[in-house]
Structures are given as C-alpha cells and as structure tokens.
C-alpha cells in the first residue's frame, strides 16, 4: 500500500505484478472539506443574525461536505492495480477492470476548468453503466481520482502496467 507519501511512477511500477494500492491524495479532500464547513459556519452566523440566506448556505456547503468527509473513511477510495487488472473504488463503489477489457490510458480536460481526469474505453462495461456515465473525451470511463499523483504520471504508470500484465498473459 502506498498510503501516506506521494507515490512516484518508478516505485508504483517496481511494484509489479502487485497487488499495489493507492490512496487518494488526503490534502486536497482535507482542503475541499474545510472549505465547506467554512461556509456551514457563515451560513450559521448569517441564521443568528437573521438572515435567511444562511439557510440555503448551510444547507449547500453541508451537502457538499459530505462527500470529503466520505473519501476520508477507511477504503472508501483506492485504486488497487494487479497483474490481471484494477479496480478504482470511489465511496465504496467500484468495479474490477481486466486489462484486456481497456484501452490505453489518456489524460482529458474537463470543460475549460483546467481540471484533468485519466480516461479510458472500458469494453466490458454493460450498455446500462456507460449510459449511465457521461462520456469523457470520446471515452467510457475515467478514474475518479488521481490517487496521489498527476492525472498524466497515473495515465503512464497505467499504460506501463497493462503494457507488461498484457505481455505476460500471452
């Protein structure tokens, strides 16, 4: 497991063939988090004092701090690589993805925000999961996190990794 430092691609590949877990990055759900209840606690002064607003306030940034407090739950999110596939879990959910059943690995811009996802076609998702899923980049799937890494240092340990689990199978 590479939990509490900030895995480099050259010691998540040494790993291989694994099991190799990762951990998201606890700094910037811990960022997310404070920010939010910051706001909880305007919303709350702005109540006391009467303004209705705070309401509303309280009850957005409330809402939007129940997802950082989730990721920080013991294994709640992780991506754990193996020699026959992945599976990313986020918020306890997720599925294992065989390596043969992948495309390689890209990095996307979401919109014009700047923020950038690893992507992926994932052939043996059901037609109900990816019309279930927005589309990413022309792509079925992304990873909901960068677990402690670049989107584009995860895209090539990820690359690397099917690389050589695809090389051994055959």
């Known amino acids: 497991m590479l939990s509490d430092m900030k895995p480099s691609p050259e010691d998540v590949l040494s790993r291989y063939p694994g099991p190799v877990e990762l ?3 606890r700094l910037r759900w811990q960022i997310m988090l404070a920010l939010s209840l910051t706001f909880v606690i305007v919303g709350l002064v702005l109540m ?3 303004h209705r607003a705070g309401l509303w306030i309280v009850i957005a940034f409330g809402a939007l701090a129940l997802v950082p407090s989730m990721i920080a739950l013991p294994g709640a999110a992780k991506l754990v690589l193996d020699r026959d596939g992945f599976r990313a879990t986020s918020l306890y959910r997720g599925r294992y993805v065989p390596w043969e059943e ?3 690995f890209q ?3 979401l919109a014009r925000g700047g923020h950038h996802v ?3 076609e994932d052939s043996g998702a059901s037609d109900q999961v990816v019309l279930s899923k927005s589309r ?3 792509y079925n799937s992304a990873l909901p996190d960068p677990f402690g890494m670049t989107p584009q240092e995860l ?3 990820l690359n690397e ?3 050589r689990a695809l090389a051994d199978s055959r």
């Open 161 to 163: 990794w099917r690389k």
């Open 48 to 50: 006391m004092l009467g």
């Open 136 to 138: 990413f980049a022309g």
């Open 155 to 157: 895209a090539f340990v």
């Open 23 to 25: 951990l998201p990055e």
């Open 118 to 120: 690893v992507v992926y």
């Open 102 to 104: 992948t495309s390689e």
């Open 107 to 109: 990095v996307a811009e």
